[in-house]
């Protein structure tokens, strides 16, 4: 496998994660720390596909 498939599964089982979690968790203050992950898995799946300024948007304007 080459490193890029191994980065977007590692990735892609993150977002998965993080986004169950974010619909899971009852404290409203963890489900926005897992959401601000999300979105940063989101930014890394970007920067996979060498998409850098929409990276760079998602963290700065979702995230940020």
């Not at 490193?3 to 489900?31: C, D, K, Q, W, Y």
């Not at 979105?39 to 998602?58: K, P, R, S, Y």
Request: charged share 5%; glycine share 8%; net charge negative.
């Amino acid at each position: 496998m080459t490193p890029e498939v191994i980065g977007f599964s590692a990735l892609a089982a993150m977002l998965v994660g993080s986004a169950l979690a974010v619909v899971l968790t009852r404290n409203l203050f963890h489900s926005v720390l897992w959401l601000a992950l999300s979105l940063v898995g989101t930014a890394g799946i970007f920067l996979l596909l060498d998409a850098e300024f929409l990276a760079a948007v998602q963290v700065l304007l979702y995230a940020g």
